[in-house]
């Protein structure tokens, strides 16, 4: 019996793996303003979503990386 859930398991596991994801980019990034407090931009988002459903934006993190030297790490929650 546990050869059987094992095998289960390793399906399941195979087949979540290779689910499609949504992916997300962002392009168009303009800058807005810069002070020594903050800088402000403006960015489109452009989301593919491979399902049928729509997806519930509750969380959005993203990286500034320049010549792939890490700048700054961002979480933006929404409001619920």
Do not use: H, W
């Not at 398991?9 to 997300?24: D, G, I, R």
């Amino acid at each position: 019996m546990a050869g059987l859930m094992d095998k289960a398991k390793e399906f399941v596991a195979e087949k979540v793996a290779n689910m499609e994801k949504p992916e997300a980019s962002v392009k168009n990034v303009d800058l807005k303003g810069v002070s020594t407090e903050c800088i402000t931009y403006k960015a489109d988002v452009n989301v593919t979503n491979p399902y049928s459903t729509s997806i519930p934006i509750c969380q959005i993190s993203y990286t500034f990386k320049s010549a792939d030297r890490f700048i700054f790490f961002i979480f933006i929650y929404a409001n619920q």
